[in-house]
């Protein structure tokens, strides 16, 4: 018995042993930029300059900064729509797909798919030209409709262009998500169901939905982190523009330090932009652990 | 066999080693902005100075532009391997007020004083290109332009006006101008009279620095700038010159295209003001011929000041962190003492000696292979808009064009924008 305890203790040091690469490459490259941009956010500097200590002065002025806010209600107001848009679609698609009667599975599938192998910047460059007055979508509407939005020059229109992008671009990875949580619903109880009588929005709502719990919490969270983080689509369509309709947080951070040389006041936005991100990291952690979820 | 060759391989090596040990090259690291014809000139003269000095090696770091000042100031930042490089003058007075370049130093150029080293370039050069801060002389110009207009003369025969007599000289004529250069197919326009880049700041930031210099304000210097938010009336005028283009007479129509250069090359504007002499290369790249361009002056406004568009160029300096300074200048002087190479492919650098005493540009060759330099570049490079010289220029830059925003996009109005415009300068100053 003794024996065996002595074992488990060495094991769980070899245990530490394993993980320590990749501890080290952590610490190194994720946890050590962390803290620095915190204690960067301290400060006042351009790179050139020494540090100037400012103490909390740009955790606080930035609560008041009026860009600060635009860009921290744009990024909601884009996950938001972006992360809704983007699950119902890739759940519709993959109920259509997952359904028998349709042709050319593969190919339609392989067709919403590719957006998402697309390189972003090449995908950003071919939208602006089909937002642009004379791009296909302005002169389609304007064919069908007699007239079309200003889409990159409106700043109602231009948020509502780049989510339009985005949501092309991603749908397709979580239409796969929600395939694979489709394909573990067994079969038996689609026929159990049917042979109770039960229709298809009878069939959805009582064990499609219930049995795609975790697959929705899944794809819904980690669509949340991954729209909250977005840069390069707005980066490349818009610039943040116009007025500022398209700047996200991430594009307010980077302007803040690249265009503007205020690394420390960039630092103090990029805190606020990872404690957002660490509510919804904790719900995820929270909703599996719970057993709400992946029980 | 195999093994005495394999013997004498190993034996040449260790003899190399040992030759390049005895006598170790001092590296100069200089950080550039890469473009395919000026690479090529700048290689042969990092070669011609290799050769004159076998004990030094230049690697060139060739960065592009627009990301070049950030990548100096992080390789700064980090204590790393920076011997000299290339800012230009929107850019230089945050690297210069903090102490990250060395003055010029005159015996690297062979000169007692420092009034001979600036005598070897066109006088006010060294200012223009940003070189200078708190009246000391840090950069050495490597490349001085300005802003013209250009007008696209097959547009203008096409709206049934002369090319010869009808170019814009005032802003007023300039927008019936533009007006005319409009086209419309249906209900879609296909072609702006007017545009400029609406998604950097910089350039509708320039445009507007030359239209209020020439209602009299100073935009070059930080003082003048500050001063010049108390003139509503002028700021007024300049803002409502330039925003009446998208919002009243609609010769500017953001939604068409977003990049003025591009724009231009490819026919979807017929006119736009922020190209150099280099621009001529260019076009070369889009699908507008030269033959259907012509550059023209700056309008004016009747009783304003003459003045033409801005005045900007690139100087090159000798890093904080140079292990030899004197040395990294006399490498500074060989790059910049190719102004006839330059010239030869639309670039002008304002040398006129080199050190040994020797002119250095060949005026003529300006002529020659620049079209319309008497009668446009040349003229207007005396008479430029000065770019603001500031630690907070990039601030500055983005408040104008937030005012600019607010009403080209959101329809505030010209009076509201000024006044945001005015609090934000003032507030960057504070």
């Known amino acids: ?295 | 066999m195999a093994r005495r060759v394999l013997i004498a391989v190993m034996a040449l090596a260790l003899l190399a080693t040992f030759a390049a040990g005895a006598a170790p090259k001092e590296v100069l690291f200089h950080y550039h902005w890469t473009e395919t014809v000026y690479d090529t000139i700048n290689e042969n003269a990092v070669k011609l100075f290799e050769a004159q000095n076998p004990n030094v090696e230049v690697k060139m770091v060739l960065l592009p532009d627009g990301d070049r000042a950030n990548i100096i100031r992080t390789v700064l930042a980090a204590n790393g391997s920076i011997d000299s490089f290339a800012l230009n003058n929107g850019e230089s007075a945050e690297f210069l007020s903090a102490g990250q370049a060395v003055p010029i130093i005159p015996a690297a150029f062979g000169k007692s004083s420092i009034d001979d080293v600036v005598k070897m370039w066109t006088p006010g050069a060294i200012a223009t290109c940003g070189g200078m801060w708190n009246d000391q002389y840090y950069g050495i110009p490597f490349e001085l332009s300005n802003y013209v207009g250009w007008i696209n003369i097959a547009d203008m025969k096409e709206a049934g006006l002369n090319p010869a007599t009808d170019k814009p000289k005032t802003w007023d004529q300039f927008v019936t101008v533009a007006q005319k250069l409009v086209k419309m197919q249906g209900n879609t326009r296909v072609r702006n009279g007017f545009m400029c880049n609406s998604k950097q700041a910089v350039f509708n930031f320039l445009v507007l620095t030359a239209m209020m210099e020439q209602l009299g304000q100073d935009w070059g210097s930080e003082k003048g700038l500050i001063a010049s938010m108390d003139n509503t009336d002028a700021l007024v005028r300049g803002m409502k010159t330039y925003t009446d283009l998208v919002t009243a007479s609609k010769v500017w129509d953001p939604s068409l295209d977003d990049n003025d250069r591009e724009g231009f090359g490819n026919n979807k504007t017929g006119i736009f003001l922020t190209g150099g002499t280099w621009y001529w290369g260019v076009l070369d790249t889009y699908s507008v011929k030269r033959k259907d361009v012509e550059p023209f002056a700056y309008p004016r406004f009747p009783g304003g000041k003459d003045v033409g568009g801005v005045g900007y160029g690139y100087c090159l300096y000798v890093s904080k962190l140079a292990k030899d300074p004197t040395l990294a200048f006399r490498f500074l002087d060989a790059m910049a003492s190719q102004p006839n190479e330059f010239i030869k492919q639309g670039y002008h650098q304002p040398r006129v000696t080199l050190s040994n005493g020797k002119p250095a540009l060949n005026a003529t060759l300006a002529k020659k292979y620049i079209p319309y330099y008497d009668q446009v570049f040349g003229g207007e490079l005396e008479k430029t808009a000065v770019w603001l010289s500031s630690t907070k220029q990039n601030q500055v830059q983005d408040a104008v064009w937030d005012a600019i925003s607010k009403v080209i996009y959101q329809g505030t109005s010209v009076e509201d924008a000024v006044a945001a415009m005015q609090s934000a300068v003032k507030a960057i100053y504070q």
Not at chain 1, 8 to 16: D, I, S
Not at chain 1, 152 to 171: G, H
Not at chain 1, 194 to 210: E, K, S
Not at chain 1, 245 to 259: H, K, N, V
Request: proline share 4%; hydrophobic share 55%.
């Open chain 1, 1 to 295: 018995m003794r024996k065996a305890s002595y074992s488990v203790a060495r094991l769980q040091n070899h245990g530490y042993v394993f993980i320590l690469p990749t501890l080290i490459f952590f610490s190194i490259f994720l946890i050590y930029p962390m803290v620095s941009a915190f204690r960067l956010s301290l400060f006042e500097w351009n790179l050139l300059s020494p540090q100037k200590f400012v103490g909390l002065k740009n955790l606080t002025g930035m609560v008041r900064d009026p860009q600060v806010i635009n860009s921290y209600l744009r990024t909601l107001h884009f996950s938001a729509i972006s992360v809704g848009a983007i699950n119902i679609l890739a759940f519709v698609f993959a109920l259509m797909f997952s359904s028998r009667g349709i042709r050319y599975k593969n190919f339609l599938q392989s067709l919403i798919f590719l957006p998402v192998i697309l390189s972003v910047v090449a995908v950003g460059v071919v939208w602006e030209f089909m937002y642009q007055s004379t791009g296909l979508i302005p002169v389609l509407l304007r064919s069908l409709f007699g007239s079309s939005p200003a889409w990159l020059t409106n700043t109602r229109a231009a948020p509502y262009a780049i989510i339009i992008t985005y949501v092309w671009k991603s749908v397709g990875y979580y239409m796969v998500i929600y395939i694979a949580g489709l394909m573990d619903v067994p079969a038996s109880f689609y026929e159990a169901a049917r042979m109770d009588g039960a229709g298809f929005w009878n069939q959805l709502w009582y064990i499609t939905i219930p049995n795609l719990r975790n697959t929705f919490a899944l794809a819904i969270i980690s669509c949340i982190i991954f729209t909250y983080g977005q840069f390069d689509i707005q980066y490349v369509i818009t610039k943040g523009g116009p007025a500022h309709s398209t700047e996200i947080l991430s594009l307010l951070i980077y302007r803040e330090a690249f265009d503007l040389s205020r690394f420390g006041l960039s630092a103090a936005i990029s805190v606020l932009f990872v404690l957002t991100l660490l509510v919804f990291s904790v719900l995820q952690l929270r909703l599996f652990r719970s057993g709400a979820v992946g029980g």
